[in-house]
């Protein structure tokens, strides 16, 4: 089954007089299952090739389906509704809430979705013992360690059951203890059946996926 599929996409951003083309007319096709490294320079279109993945921008020319729908012309309620069902976020610098603990960090997206409080939190618990951190249920963030918040992001990541785990420097701020720890991780949910699709600029860190997409100056290579 495909998950994604994108075909021309284009996004040129308007600054002024001024139009950068950022994409430029990608085509590419991640199937079920699979974990993909999208890898290339700063100022390539890795961030906005990110943004359009995780429906939080859409492209200004050209078609992107994800888990058989056209997400491509969307208005911003329905794609914050698919960001939520279909796509785990994992950031470069974790975006846990300081002030909750690991278990209310990770049933987030839970509330947002609409489950309530008991499943929430067997669900939460679930996906801690997954990424190896039950005992850590009630530490806050700041209680611990870079890699371990990391794992509580990926927990997060995985709660809702989504489509792909769309991962974007997830190991930019890690030293490379965690860096291998959070990627072996990523090794382990794509053995068990996970889509991952990590965005890079480290070429050790982009040879974990199974497959590399290089994009340079908007446009993918081979
Ligand atoms: P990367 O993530 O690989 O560094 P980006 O997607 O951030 O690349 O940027 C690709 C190109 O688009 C760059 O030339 C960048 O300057 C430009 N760009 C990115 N975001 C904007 C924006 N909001 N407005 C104008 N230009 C942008
Ligand atoms: P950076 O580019 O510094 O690594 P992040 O990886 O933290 O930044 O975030 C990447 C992009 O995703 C940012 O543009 C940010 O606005 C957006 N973003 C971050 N967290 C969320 C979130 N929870 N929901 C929706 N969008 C987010």
Redesign the pocket.
Known sequence: RTIIELDGVRKTYATGTIAVEALRGIDATITEGEYVAIIGPSGSGK?TL??IL?C?DVPTEGRYELAGRDVSDLEETELAHI?NAEIG?V???F?LLPDLTALRNVALPLVYAGVGPHEREQRARRALERVGLADRADHRPGELSGGQQQRVAVARALVTEPAMILA??PT?NLDSVSSADVLALFRELHDSGRTIVLITHENDVAAQADRVLRIHDGELAS
Do not use: T
Request: glycine share 14%; hydrophobic share 30%; aromatic share 14%.
């Open positions: 961030s990110m943004h995780g939080l960001r976020f950031f470069q610098q975006n974007d420097e930019g």
